[in-house]
């Protein structure tokens, strides 16, 4: 693909679908829209960091994204960013959406982190990074899917911030000097941060987020690709669609095949033990819905779930997309 300025547009943006959009059209109408240059090929830039070991020394790691080469768009050029059916970004430019977000969220001036959480936000802000992210995403997801993808991905910035440069056993005035770069224009909040009445409020919330840290037993093995990514991707290689169960056993696998800890491994073997049971009742009970067996093994295996949340469906989808309007 040659650029009208008679260079070639650089690999890794080629790895994307890059739409034509229309200014005399509205942004999210893909009838206005001609595809430019597409690939297949998952790729996203990031600069390398120095991350310390458990013993003490260090290794080079991935550090932020950057995305340098989503700058080289065109102002009329986007990146298509299509959904599945439950509304959730999937492709590969789903992860450059979702790495964009990142950025966003790690820039002070769009999304300040003097507010204690996202719904404090002001509305501005949160409209001003929205209009950001369409500046270089032609979005099929929904604005409020968005908002609450960029609000998780501020907190997480908070989070980091907090654990690299605030909670370490040295003097306020050290924490003052060792502020990363942008971050000396919250002097103010983290004095505020250092005072009794702050800190009451400030380590309740975080010791529950931190015991239900505790009681997680295992992690997915996703990586940086959303559930609804990995989804699509098997279900494009396999041709069937991709229940719950069957999510759960490929993001908590190893490259190995094996399971990723023993509690995963126990997990899957009682899953497998009801779903034997399950269908061994359905081939003689009319009566059990063979739609409904996956949510009934979740729910057996590991409890009731959240309300209003779907295990290992990933973000944005809610009991009654998922299952009908007969969810409980």
Not at 164 to 177: A, H, Q, T, V
Request: glycine share 8%; with cysteine.
């Amino acid at each position: 693909m040659v650029k009208p300025n008679g260079k070639m547009r650089r690999r890794k943006l080629r790895d994307l679908t890059i739409v034509q959009n229309n200014p005399n059209s509205e942004e999210g109408n893909s009838e206005q829209q001609t595809v430019v240059g597409s690939s297949s090929v998952p790729e996203t830039l990031h600069e390398t960091a120095e991350v310390q070991t458990e013993t003490g020394g260090t290794r080079r790691g991935r550090g932020r994204t950057l995305l340098t080469n989503l700058y080289d768009l065109n102002p009329t050029e986007r990146v298509k960013v299509r959904r599945n059916s439950h509304g959730q970004p999937i492709g590969t430019e789903a992860r450059a959406l979702a790495g964009y977000l990142g950025i966003l969220a790690r820039n002070a001036n769009i999304l300040p982190i003097n507010y204690e959480s996202w719904h404090h936000m002001p509305d501005n802000n949160k409209n001003q990074a929205l209009d950001n992210i369409k500046e270089r995403f032609a979005l099929e997801v929904v604005d409020d899917y968005i908002k609450k993808a960029l609000g998780k991905t501020w907190r997480d910035h908070k989070s980091t911030l907090k654990k690299e440069y605030f909670k370490k056993d040295i003097s306020l005035e050290e924490k003052l000097r060792n502020a990363p770069p942008g971050m000396l224009r919250y002097r103010g909040k983290m004095q505020l941060d250092s005072g009794i009445q702050k800190k009451e409020r400030y380590y309740d919330r975080e010791l529950v987020g931190t015991s239900s840290r505790q009681k997680q037993k295992f992690t997915h093995t996703a990586r940086s690709r959303s559930f609804a990514c990995v989804a699509e991707a098997e279900e494009v290689s396999s041709g069937q669609k991709v229940g719950c169960l069957q999510l759960f056993d490929i993001t908590h696998r190893k490259k190995d095949g094996s399971p990723m800890t023993s509690e995963a491994g126990e997990i899957m073997e009682k899953i497998k033990q009801k779903k034997a049971e399950y269908e061994a009742a359905a081939s003689t009970d009319s009566s059990v819905n063979l739609e409904e067996i996956d949510n009934r093994i979740i729910i057996d295996v590991l409890g009731p779930e959240r309300y209003g949340r779907v295990r290992f469906q990933g973000s944005g989808i809610t009991p009654t997309q998922y299952f009908g309007s007969s969810s409980q």
